[in-house]
């Protein structure tokens, strides 16, 4: 599977870094009610839509490493 994620939608997975997609959504929904930047907000947004649309199995062959 190619990854579909951008540099920042894969560094943002990194902060909420789990072997679980799941976990990753839970963390990154609980989150957004704190975060008041719209750009983050998009972001994790964009992240969650992405992140719905694969599966569990997808999610794991994917390597998120932290990038600059």
């Known amino acids: ?9 894969s560094n943002l997975i ?8 799941t976990k990753v959504m839970e963390d990154i929904n ?3 009610k704190y ?5 983050m907000i998009e972001l ?5 839509e992405k992140l ?3 599966s569990d ?3 794991a062959l994917l390597n998120f490493m932290m990038t600059e």
Do not use: G, H, P, Y
């Not at 599977?1 to 939608?9: A, I, L, R, S």
């Not at 990194?14 to 997609?21: A, T």
């Open 44 to 48: 994790c947004e964009n992240v969650l």
């Open 35 to 39: 975060i008041d930047d719209t750009d």
């Open 14 to 21: 990194c902060i909420f870094q789990s072997d679980s997609r």
């Open 52 to 54: 719905v649309k694969i």
């Open 57 to 59: 199995e997808e999610f």
């Open 1 to 9: 599977m190619k990854n579909v994620f951008t540099v920042e939608e």
């Open 30 to 32: 609980r989150a957004l």
